[in-house]
């Protein structure tokens, strides 16, 4: 598999760390000293599904490919107005495309889980051109009263076309049912029926039990994965890690002792994007001219789950 296109969206309101002091008790010092971040962009007029649409357009205008030429679509998200039809749906529809479609939710780990999906169906000739589209607003799973939830986070979308190739030289997945330590339920409607205690509340997270295992499981994975293909550090050009915490990305980095201009970054700018962070980043790097024929990547991800992927894959265009 190699991946031969790339496009994302953020929407147009960004939100600095001055405009949350003004309604919660936060700093622009402390929200930039324990998580890198200055600002986020989130859903405001705009519609998660157009944001999708339009990444997925950018993705196949830099592929070279019209929707027709698309055999399967898929669609990471965790939350969006819909809980039914699939979100995959509604984007199908926009491109007009006419390949079947499906959602999953591998939180923010989606992206490599897409990747893995969409390479299965690739090698065993289901599908030949394989279009991934992330598309996330946590922005309306936390409560904007609650300081250690609502400032992490940003809405976005983030897309990249696959097809047949040799580029994607390992990947590596793993799920550890560890619910509590991130969570967010989903209204259901009252029935006569129902006589359960239900308390539905915005997300949940404990922060420092996160931070932890996303450290920790990041570099597990990194590493498995260099061994596997017989790089060192220094061999990957760029590693393309979940945008959550820039004190995450600095560890996982100390961690692997690679130099900073290995490990480029946008959540100061965006906030965690959930899934979209990791094709989004790409995106950025793509149409930067900062990738060449070659390069070697490395992708990694964590989320609620707890889940996590990474993959060492060629650039390839
Ligand atoms: O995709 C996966 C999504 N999640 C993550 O990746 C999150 C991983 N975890 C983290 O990034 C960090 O744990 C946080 C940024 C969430 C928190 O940083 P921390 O250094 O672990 O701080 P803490 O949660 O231990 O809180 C320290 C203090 C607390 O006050 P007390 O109890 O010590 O008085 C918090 O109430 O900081 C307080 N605090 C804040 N203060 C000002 C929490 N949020 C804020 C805030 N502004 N926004």
Known sequence: MKIIGTGAVHPTCAVSNEMLEKFLDTTDEWITERTGIKERCVISSEKLEDMAYEAAKRALEDANLTAADI?????????????????????QGKLGATCPTVDINAACAGFIYAMDIADDKI?????????????????RMVSWQNRSTCVLFGDGAGAAVVTEGDELKAIRLTTSSLTEVLYYQRHLEPTPYINKD??????????????????????????????QTGLEPNDIKYYVL????????????????????????????????SSAALPALLDELNRGGK?????????SAFGAGFTTGACVIEWAK
Not at 246 to 264: A, Q, T
């Open 198 to 227: 239900e308390n539905f509340e915005p997300l949940v997270m404990k922060g420092r039990e996160v931070f932890k295992h996303a450290v920790s499981s990041s570099c597990k994975d990194i590493r498995r994965l260099l061994s």
């Open 123 to 139: 090698k065993c000739k289901k599908a030949k051109n394989i279009l991934i589209v992330c598309a996330e607003e946590p922005s």
């Open 71 to 91: 055999d399967f679509l898929i669609c990471s998200n965790v939350v969006n107005e819909y809980v039914t039809p699939a979100l995959s749906c509604i984007i």
């Open 291 to 299: 990738l060449q024929k070659g390069d070697k990547l490395v992708f």
């Open 242 to 273: 979940h945008q959550a915490n820039k004190r995450i990305i600095d560890s996982i980095r100390n961690f692997l002792g690679v130099d900073e201009s290995k490990v480029p970054h946008n959540v100061e700018r965006y906030g965690n994007i």
